[in-house]
């Protein structure tokens, strides 16, 4: 760690959390996609299994992708998600780092001015 950060180094690195926190913000809506797509999916095959919606071999075929494509979408997402909050983390612990590096002057108490 370089003990003479400036501040636009500070400002380079809440910049990166910044864009990081938005990176997780997409995951989450992502992680919700896959989640409605894997419901949707199941719902639809449990629905023609038991002969409440008529069986079309497309829509099937389509219920069955929605299923696979939402695991697998979750599972890459997860795996995203989870490296994403690692590099947040760690760039949270190079600001606080960074910060405590700066030498603080203490400036005196003025009189106040009538």
């Known amino acids: 760690m370089d ?3 400036t501040p ?3 400002a380079r690195v809440e910049d990166h959390i910044e864009t990081l926190r938005e990176s997780i913000a ?3 809506k992502i992680a919700l996609a896959a989640k409605l ?3 949707a999916g199941a719902i639809w095959l449990a629905l023609t299994l038991v002969w409440v919606v008529p069986f079309i071999t497309t829509i099937l075929v389509a219920a069955m992708a ?3 494509g939402g695991i697998v979408l979750a599972g890459s997402n997860a ?3 989870q490296q994403t909050e690692a590099r947040l ?3 949270e612990a190079l600001r606080a780092e960074m910060i405590g590096g700066i030498e603080m002057r203490v400036v005196e108490e003025s009189k106040a001015l009538h």
């Open 66 to 68: 929605a299923v696979i």
């Open 79 to 81: 795996t995203t998600w």
């Open 3 to 5: 003990e003479n950060a």
């Open 8 to 10: 636009a180094d500070i």
């Open 26 to 28: 997409r995951c989450r």
């Open 89 to 91: 983390h760690n760039s």
């Open 37 to 39: 797509a894997i419901a």
